[in-house]
């Protein structure tokens, strides 16, 4: 991609410019899942990212709790689309937005303490599934 900003990026992350509309990642697969339009709003970019992942997680790279949040998804075998943004960018996300701000489906799953709640209630499992970021795994009755 001409003219990307370069940011550091953990594994299969995507670092996000919502200002600029530019976008770097260390996984060339991500590249080309997200499509940047430079006249769209921070605000519509993403609502717009949320809607077309499966599991989009909001970071910040310096996050502790956003990188458990990551290694608990790829526990479960999940690769979720990891957004990492700047303070600027987290207050696009809406009021009292925070990272990590997972979204599963396009519905928000909240925090790491929300996620881990749905984990250990086994519901988690079963959304994965539902909107096919999980396959093959047995669902618990």
């Given at each position: 991609?001409?003219?990307?900003?370069?940011?550091?990026?953990?594994?299969?992350?995507?670092?996000?410019?919502?200002?600029?509309?530019?976008?770097?990642?260390?996984?060339?697969?991500?590249?080309?899942?997200?499509s940047i339009d430079e006249a769209e709003p921070a605000e519509a970019r993403i609502q717009r990212l949320i809607s077309e992942h499966p599991v989009?997680?909001?970071?910040?790279?310096?996050?502790?709790?956003?990188?458990?949040?990551?290694?608990?998804?790829?526990?479960?075998?999940?690769?979720?689309?990891?957004?990492?943004?700047?303070?600027?960018?987290?207050?696009?996300?809406?009021?009292?937005?925070?990272?990590?701000?997972?979204?599963?489906?396009?519905?928000?799953?909240?925090?790491?303490?929300?996620?881990?709640?749905?984990?250990?209630?086994?519901?988690?499992?079963?959304?994965?599934?539902?909107?096919?970021?999980?396959?093959?795994?047995?669902?618990?009755?």
């Amino acid at each position: 991609m001409q003219g990307v900003q370069r940011r550091r990026c953990s594994n299969d992350a995507v670092g996000l410019d919502l200002s600029t509309a530019t976008a770097t990642t260390s996984s060339s697969a991500a590249t080309a899942s997200l499509s940047i339009d430079e006249a769209e709003p921070a605000e519509a970019r993403i609502q717009r990212l949320i809607s077309e992942h499966p599991v989009i997680i909001f970071s910040r790279s310096s996050c502790c709790m956003c990188h458990v949040m990551k290694k608990l998804l790829g526990t479960i075998g999940v690769h979720p689309t990891v957004i990492e943004l700047d303070d600027d960018e987290i207050r696009s996300l809406g009021d009292g937005a925070s990272t990590p701000s997972a979204f599963i489906g396009g519905s928000p799953v909240g925090g790491l303490d929300s996620l881990f709640a749905l984990h250990l209630s086994g519901r988690l499992i079963p959304m994965l599934v539902a909107v096919g970021a999980l396959y093959n795994h047995p669902i618990p009755s």
